[in-house]
Nanobody, 120 residues
Framework: VQLQASGGGLVRAGGSLRLSCAAS????????MGWYRQTPGKERELVAT???????HYGDSVKGRFTISRGSTENTVYLQMNSLKPVDTAVYYC???????????????WGQGTQVTVSS
């Protein structure tokens, strides 16, 4: 499975961005996709996940501000980020697989990461 993430950039606090992730290859093996983020010196942090059935889960720090959704084709997932804050600044990674849990270590496939920078 290959993951191609896009949509990062620079935005001012309070603004919005939408990230996209397209999966290709053996997508039949995927039961869920998600987004994680990471800043230097810290572990990869859960942002949001969505299962093939459409069930979603969000990290506490983004609840009510971010929305994960699937595209018209099941191999595409989006992350709509609203009311962005400087603390949301990170490299955002798309993930896919059949994770038994929400920790980053359980995901099989990762995209290349896209930088999101929120200025104050």
């Amino acid at each position: 499975v290959q993951l191609q993430a896009s949509g990062g950039g620079l935005v001012r606090a309070g603004g919005s961005l939408r990230l996209s992730c397209a999966a290709s290859g053996s997508i039949f093996s995927i039961s869920a996709m998600g987004w994680y983020r990471q800043t230097p010196g810290k572990e990869r942090e859960l942002v949001a996940t969505i299962t093939r059935a459409g069930s979603t889960h969000y990290g506490d720090s983004v609840k009510g501000r971010f929305t994960i959704s699937r595209g018209s084709t099941e191999n595409t997932v989006y992350l709509q980020m609203n009311s962005l804050k400087p603390v949301d600044t990170a490299v955002y990674y798309c993930a896919a697989g059949r994770p038994p849990g929400l920790q980053a270590k359980f995901w099989d496939h990762w995209g290349q990461g896209t930088q999101v920078t929120v200025s104050s």
